[in-house]
């Protein structure tokens, strides 16, 4: 009697996006105004490439389990670099202790940053996250809802949608349509952890862009 095939599973979802954003962020601090990080300036960049990079190497090699734990940490040093430079920006606002110039500069890097973060985030929580997402078939189920989730398997055939499952620029698209038009678009919201993740970031983008840049704008 013939032995069963096991089910094909898709193919690993590339780790290097995700990477590429983390060591940004870290790029984006490096050349912030130094008044505005905690530390020296190369301190956020130098933490995250020894979280991310060993991250990495840890999944090419297998150990999911410090590939999790680098992966995290790595995320956890990000949001902590985002959210005091942006508390720091904001306590500088009364005393105008930076130039306009320098104000314009920092809000559209922490903008970007924010993207970055919550991008980040997104992509290693939604599903159990990517090692979990790369053990299954196709995404079916999780905290957001894609477009690709709603089509029947033979319409996602038809357009090389399936095997389908999220990868980074998808949870990038997410966090940038969140961060400009403070609202998903395209991508229902089904979990509350999402819910109140995104109410975190559309608040991060909504300061940056109205408290800081408009400042910025006026006093120039």
């Known amino acids: 009697m013939p032995v069963a095939k096991p089910t094909t599973q898709s193919d690993p979802e590339p780790r ?3 990477l590429l954003a983390g060591l940004a962020i870290g790029v984006l601090f490096y050349v912030m105004p130094e008044r505005l990080t905690v530390g020296p300036r190369w301190l956020p960049l130098t933490l995250i490439a020894s979280m991310l990079i060993p991250a990495k190497l840890f999944h090419h090699t297998g150990r999911i389990q410090l590939n999790n734990i680098f992966g995290y940490s790595g995320l956890v ?3 902590l670099a985002l959210v005091s430079s942006l ?3 904001i306590l500088g606002l009364p005393k105008r202790l930076d130039p306009p110039g320098d104000l314009l500069r920092a809000a559209a ?3 970007i940053s924010n993207v970055l973060v919550f991008a980040s985030w997104y992509w290693r929580l939604d599903s159990g996250g990517p090692n979990e997402r ?3 078939h196709t995404h079916e189920a999780g905290a957001f809802l894609f477009p690709q989730m709603t089509m029947t398997a033979e ?3 038809e357009l090389g949608q399936h095997p389908w499952s999220p990868g980074f620029i998808d949870y990038l698209f997410l966090a940038f349509n969140t961060s400009t038009a403070f609202s998903p678009t395209d991508v229902p919201v089904l979990s509350r952890w999402a819910k109140i993740m995104m109410i975190v970031q559309s608040t991060i983008s909504l300061a940056t862009v109205v408290l800081v840049a408009a400042r910025a704008v006026n006093i120039l």
């Open 77 to 79: 040093v990000i949001t």
């Open 109 to 111: 890097e922490l903008w």
């Open 134 to 136: 790369d053990r299954r």
């Open 87 to 89: 508390t720091l920006l």
């Open 16 to 18: 290097w996006p995700a």
């Open 155 to 157: 319409l996602r055939k």
